[in-house]
C-alpha cells in the first residue's frame, strides 16, 4: 500500500485554466503539506493542515488554494494557471506538527502549463 | 530565519568512493535535521535524522551527526555504489515551526562505474 499517493502523476494544460492535484495519506497522520518543486530542484512549502485545520500559509498566489476534506485528504486548486505555476508539487504528511517528526512524501505531480 | 547551506552540486564519484555532502545550517534553539533522498523521477524519502546535538543519523551505510558547536550535519557514505546516484537534501524544523522543513537546495551525486 503506498503511504502517501497522488493524482494525477502527469498533469499538462494551457494557461487559464484550472486544474486539482489530489493527496492522500493512509499513514493515520494529523498533518498534511504541499510543496512546490522549481526546475532547479529547489523546494518551498505552500500549505499545511493539522486535522483539517490551516497551519502554514506561506507567500502563495490566492489562485492557489488548498482544501482538506478530512485528516487522510489534502487536494490542491489552481485556479487561472500561468506558466510560472510548471514545477513538481509534492504532497506530504507527518505525524503530527512536532518538529522531531519526519515527513513522508508522495511520488509528485508533475504540472506543465502551456 | 533558519536556513540551510549545501555544498553545490553535481558531485561525480566513481564506484566505491566515499562520498562526503556538506551541510550547515542556521537556526536558533536545537532543531531537528534530516537528510533526504530523491531518485530521479520519485519523490523524497528519508535517509536518516538527528534531533538533538550530538546525534548520529545512520541508514543504508549513510551516517550525519549533529554537530552543535559548527552547526553542522555532514553526510557520508564510505563506499557509494552506482544505485546512490540521486538528489540529496539536508532539512531542518525547528520549535514553533509547526514542523515546517527548511531544505537545501539539494546536492545531485553522479555515481559512475
Known amino acids: 500500500d503506498t503511504a502517501v499517493s497522488q493524482t494525477p502523476k502527469y498533469l499538462v494544460t494551457q494557461m487559464g485554466n484550472d486544474k486539482s492535484i489530489k493527496c492522500e495519506q493512509n499513514l493515520g497522520h494529523d498533518t498534511m503539506y504541499w510543496y512546490k518543486q522549481d526546475s532547479k530542484k529547489f523546494l518551498k512549502i505552500m500549505f499545511s493542515y493539522n486535522n483539517k485545520e490551516l497551519i502554514i500559509n506561506e507567500t502563495v498566489p490566492n489562485r492557489f488554494s488548498p482544501k482538506s476534506p478530512d485528516k487522510a485528504h489534502l487536494n490542491l486548486h489552481i485556479n487561472s494557471l500561468e506558466l510560472g505555476d510548471s514545477a513538481v508539487y509534492f504532497c506530504?504528511?507527518?505525524?503530527?506538527?512536532?518538529?522531531?517528526?519526519?515527513?513522508?512524501f508522495g511520488p509528485g505531480t508533475r504540472l506543465t502549463v502551456t | 530565519g533558519d536556513s540551510v547551506t549545501q555544498m553545490e552540486g553535481p558531485v561525480t564519484l566513481s564506484e566505491e568512493a566515499f562520498l562526503t555532502i556538506n551541510c550547515t545550517y542556521t537556526?536558533?534553539?536545537?532543531?531537528?535535521l534530516f537528510w533526504y533522498v530523491q531518485y530521479p523521477g520519485e519523490g523524497l524519502q528519508l535517509l536518516l535524522k538527528a534531533t538533538k546535538a550530538d546525534d548520529k543519523g545512520s541508514n543504508k551505510g549513510f551516517e550525519a551527526t549533529y554537530r552543535k558547536e559548527t552547526t553542522s550535519f555532514h553526510l557520508e557514505k564510505g563506499s557509494v555504489q552506482v544505485s546512490d546516484s540521486a538528489v540529496y537534501f539536508c532539512a531542518l524544523t525547528n520549535l514553533n515551526s509547526w514542523g515546517k522543513f527548511q531544505f537545501g537546495a539539494g546536492t545531485q551525486v553522479v555515481v559512475t562505474p
Open positions: 506530504a504528511s507527518s505525524q503530527d506538527q512536532a518538529y522531531s517528526y519526519e515527513q513522508y
Open positions: 537556526a536558533t534553539g536545537y532543531p531537528s
